[in-house]
Protein backbone atom coordinates (compact mmCIF):
# COMPACT_ATOMS: atom_id res chain seq x y z
CA UNK A 1 0.00 0.00 0.00
CA UNK A 2 1.42 3.30 -0.89
CA UNK A 3 -0.17 6.14 -0.18
CA UNK A 4 0.58 9.86 -1.43
CA UNK A 5 -0.21 13.54 -0.19
CA UNK A 6 0.17 16.23 -2.14
CA UNK A 7 0.99 19.98 -1.33
CA UNK A 8 1.33 23.43 -2.73
CA UNK A 9 -1.50 24.26 -4.91
CA UNK A 10 -3.11 27.84 -4.61
CA UNK A 11 -3.73 30.72 -6.33
CA UNK A 12 -1.08 32.76 -8.49
CA UNK A 13 -1.38 35.22 -11.27
CA UNK A 14 -0.04 34.56 -14.38
CA UNK A 15 3.22 34.54 -15.34
CA UNK A 16 3.84 33.39 -11.59
CA UNK A 17 5.17 30.31 -9.76
CA UNK A 18 4.48 27.57 -7.96
CA UNK A 19 5.88 24.24 -6.52
CA UNK A 20 3.95 21.48 -5.82
CA UNK A 21 4.98 18.54 -3.52
CA UNK A 22 3.96 14.81 -3.26
CA UNK A 23 5.10 13.08 0.00
CA UNK A 24 4.50 8.75 -0.57
CA UNK A 25 4.52 6.46 2.11
CA UNK A 26 6.68 2.84 1.98
CA UNK A 27 10.10 2.14 1.63
CA UNK A 28 10.66 1.37 -1.93
CA UNK A 29 9.65 4.76 -2.72
CA UNK A 30 13.31 5.12 -4.62
CA UNK A 31 12.09 2.58 -7.53
CA UNK A 32 8.81 3.91 -8.23
CA UNK A 33 8.06 6.07 -11.23
CA UNK A 34 6.14 9.15 -10.24
CA UNK A 35 4.44 10.84 -12.09
CA UNK A 36 2.00 14.23 -12.16
CA UNK A 37 -1.13 14.83 -13.83
CA UNK A 38 -3.73 17.48 -13.72
CA UNK A 39 -7.51 17.84 -14.77
CA UNK A 40 -9.09 20.92 -15.52
CA UNK A 41 -13.03 21.68 -15.47
CA UNK A 42 -14.89 20.49 -17.59
CA UNK A 43 -12.13 18.08 -18.92
CA UNK A 44 -10.18 14.52 -19.24
CA UNK A 45 -7.56 14.40 -16.74
CA UNK A 46 -3.96 14.84 -18.60
CA UNK A 47 -0.59 13.90 -17.69
CA UNK A 48 1.63 16.69 -17.03
CA UNK A 49 5.10 15.38 -16.18
CA UNK A 50 6.88 11.81 -14.81
CA UNK A 51 9.68 11.11 -13.29
CA UNK A 52 11.79 7.51 -13.45
CA UNK A 53 13.88 5.51 -10.46
CA UNK A 54 16.90 7.03 -12.14
CA UNK A 55 16.26 10.33 -12.28
CA UNK A 56 15.07 10.69 -16.18
CA UNK A 57 12.10 12.84 -16.47
CA UNK A 58 9.44 13.29 -19.62
CA UNK A 59 7.11 16.12 -19.85
CA UNK A 60 3.77 17.05 -21.70
CA UNK A 61 4.72 19.35 -24.63
CA UNK A 62 2.44 22.07 -22.85
CA UNK A 63 4.89 22.16 -19.98
CA UNK A 64 8.14 21.79 -21.54
CA UNK A 65 10.36 24.43 -20.46
CA UNK A 66 8.48 26.16 -17.50
CA UNK A 67 8.38 23.01 -15.28
CA UNK A 68 10.64 21.08 -13.57
CA UNK A 69 10.05 17.74 -11.96
CA UNK A 70 12.61 16.36 -9.55
CA UNK A 71 12.78 13.59 -6.54
CA UNK A 72 14.12 13.58 -2.98
CA UNK A 73 14.58 9.63 -2.14
CA UNK A 74 16.13 10.21 1.33
CA UNK A 75 12.33 12.31 2.09
CA UNK A 76 10.00 10.02 -0.26
CA UNK A 77 8.76 13.23 -1.99
CA UNK A 78 8.79 14.70 -5.53
CA UNK A 79 8.78 17.84 -6.63
CA UNK A 80 6.82 19.49 -9.23
CA UNK A 81 8.72 23.39 -9.74
CA UNK A 82 5.94 25.57 -11.79
CA UNK A 83 7.15 28.42 -13.40
CA UNK A 84 5.73 31.18 -16.31
CA UNK A 85 2.01 29.76 -15.29
CA UNK A 86 -0.81 30.77 -17.93
CA UNK A 87 -4.24 30.59 -16.70
CA UNK A 88 -4.70 27.00 -19.10
CA UNK A 89 -2.30 25.38 -16.18
CA UNK A 90 -5.58 25.80 -14.32
CA UNK A 91 -7.22 22.29 -12.56
CA UNK A 92 -6.37 19.62 -9.68
CA UNK A 93 -2.89 18.18 -9.57
CA UNK A 94 -2.58 14.61 -9.01
CA UNK A 95 0.09 12.85 -7.98
CA UNK A 96 0.50 8.85 -9.02
CA UNK A 97 3.11 6.05 -8.40
CA UNK A 98 3.34 3.63 -11.19
CA UNK A 99 4.89 0.81 -9.99
CA UNK A 100 4.82 -1.63 -13.16
CA UNK A 101 2.94 -0.45 -16.44
CA UNK A 102 0.19 1.53 -14.92
CA UNK A 103 -0.13 4.25 -11.93
CA UNK A 104 -1.73 2.56 -9.58
CA UNK A 105 -2.13 4.56 -6.42
CA UNK A 106 -3.07 8.64 -6.88
CA UNK A 107 -3.24 11.09 -4.48
CA UNK A 108 -6.20 13.17 -3.28
CA UNK A 109 -5.37 16.25 -5.41
CA UNK A 110 -4.09 20.07 -4.90
CA UNK A 111 -5.90 22.65 -6.81
CA UNK A 112 -4.22 25.16 -9.07
CA UNK A 113 -5.51 28.15 -10.03
CA UNK A 114 -4.03 30.73 -12.01
CA UNK A 115 -5.53 34.17 -12.78
CA UNK A 116 -5.01 36.27 -15.76
Known amino acids: QVQLLESGGGLVQAGGSLRLSCAAS????????MGWFRQAPGKEREFVAAISWNYGSTYADSVKGRFTLSRDNAKNTVYLQMNSLKPEDTGVYYC??????????WGQGTQVTVSS
Open 26 to 33: GRTFSVYT
Open 96 to 105: AVRRGSEYDY
